[in-house]
Structure formats: C-alpha cells, structure tokens
Nanobody
C-alpha cells in the first residue's frame, strides 16, 4: 500500500508558475514509477507527466512539454511538478499516481495508487 498526498495547488494568473508536490508513504517509493494526471470539469482524466523509478527517464504530454518539469527525490519520498507559463486551459484537479513497471505511463489504469488531488486554477 502506498499513500500519496498532493499539495501546492492554488489560483494563479496566466503566465505564472506553480510547483506541485506529492508526498508518498508506505512501501518503498523508489519501487514505483510516478505520474501526474489532471482532470478538468466535464472531461476525462488525462496524462500530464511521468518519471521512472530512478528519475532518469521522463515523459510529457505534448500540451505541457517545455513548460512543465517533473522530478523526484527518492531519499525524501517526494515528487514534484514545476509548472511555468501557465495557461487557463491548465485549470484542473491534478493527481499524482504510482505504478509498478507500467507498460505505458500515459494510461491511467497502469497506476495502482492515487492521491486525492489538488486544484489548480489559472485565470486569464
């Protein structure tokens, strides 16, 4: 069992920045690939970014590539998402998730553990 808790969401103007954090507890954090997903009202949950167990391999959705950066600190059992140049279309609830050896990091059902989510609102 892995417990995940997100933090760092809030309200920001377009062009601004936010840093989301995900704190993990339970089983060995470094055993898991980690991902960020988001869900806007009336839309399906979508992939944002993912990072492998070592932190050496990352993946991003095209919509955030070049603006968002995912990172992890296995010694502190944390993962972060630095979000720059935010746009109103980035507004959503952001979730962190953990998976063991996902075949495709962009697919939600590959992830077994999920946090409760944190709201990000970008005003125009």
């Amino acid at each position: 069992q892995v417990q995940l808790v997100e933090s760092g969401g809030g309200l920001v103007q377009a062009g601004g920045s936010l840093r989301l954090s995900c704190a993990a507890s339970g089983r060995t954090f470094s055993n898991y690939a980690m991902g960020w997903f988001r869900q806007a009202p009336g839309k399906e949950r979508e992939f944002v970014a993912a990072i492998n167990w070592s932190g050496l391999s990352t993946a991003y959705a095209d919509s955030v590539k070049g603006r968002f950066t995912i990172s992890r600190n296995n010694a502190k059992n944390t993962m972060s998402l630095q979000m720059n140049s935010l746009k109103p279309e980035d507004t959503a609830v952001y979730y962190c998730a953990a998976a063991t050896s996902p075949v495709d990091v962009k697919i939600t059902f590959m992830y077994r553990y999920w946090g409760q989510g944190t709201q990000v609102t970008v005003s125009s």
